[in-house]
């Protein structure tokens, strides 16, 4: 594989998506690379995207389920794979809210570009405390998302999700429950996650998995995360 050092290397000029390959499909490929071509056009990179290169590296790998990821970048279009670790894992999870707090009004954090480690850094932070991931929110102390997913509540049997301009990425796994489900889209603040009976995180390779509480807070229900998570079975998940 050759790299070149582009402003992707230098300056994390780029974006990236992680997709889902089950049984040789790569689910959601038409949303992903949607989402992968408004954020090429926000840092003014002109790249075609090959999607028969896509296709091809897929047909010739030996594993038939895997996580795939494209890098772009001005000079590079990279494709990677790995083991998809939810493949076999559907343990509910623990979340701690970081002390890192996101800036709603920043461009970059509405893309998911190359400037990605500080993900990478509050996730392992909340793993070494004894989590299983980070929860962001912003500089109003409004619920965003997760290290890695995007998070949703249940109250009173609705179902409630941080919107957009809260800063966070706009999921390909959000945007699916959100055309398909009724989930209200609004503010949540941090001092009200007390009043929620339930809550579930989703991202394009886990599908939804419970999130049994968030610092101190107990989220005594999983009934609508089953649900769901039945429902994303003809999928693969």
């Not at 992707?8 to 992680?18: M, N, P, R, V």
């Amino acid at each position: 594989m050759k790299i070149e050092f582009d402003d992707g290397f230098f300056f994390g000029k780029g974006a990236f998506e992680t997709i889902k390959v089950v049984d040789g499909d790569p689910l959601f490929l038409e949303k992903h690379l949607e989402r992968l071509k408004k954020s090429l056009k926000f840092f003014g990179i002109e790249r075609e995207i090959d999607e028969e290169k896509i296709y091809d590296y897929i047909k010739n790998s030996k594993e038939k389920n895997f996580a795939l990821k494209l890098i772009v970048s001005d000079e590079n279009f990279i494709l990677t794979s790995r083991k998809d670790n939810y493949r076999d894992d559907n343990k509910s999870l623990s979340l701690k809210i970081s002390k890192v707090r996101r800036n709603s009004t920043s461009k970059i954090i509405y893309h998911k570009s190359l400037c990605y480690y500080e993900n990478i850094l509050e996730h392992r932070w909340a793993v070494e405390s004894g989590y299983d991931s980070a929860l962001f929110l912003n500089e109003r102390d409004e619920v965003c998302e997760t290290s890695f997913a995007n998070i949703f509540f249940v109250r009173d049997h609705k179902v409630f999700t941080p919107e957009i301009p809260s800063g966070l990425l706009k999921g390909t796994m959000r945007d699916f429950l959100l055309e398909n489900f009724e989930i209200n889209e609004e503010k949540i603040c941090a001092k009200d996650l007390i009043g929620f009976d339930e809550c579930f995180i989703s991202n394009s390779l886990m599908g939804v998995r419970n999130v049994t509480s968030i610092d101190e807070i107990k989220f005594t229900s999983a009934d609508k995360t089953r649900v769901l998570q039945e429902k994303l079975k003809i999928y693969g998940f």
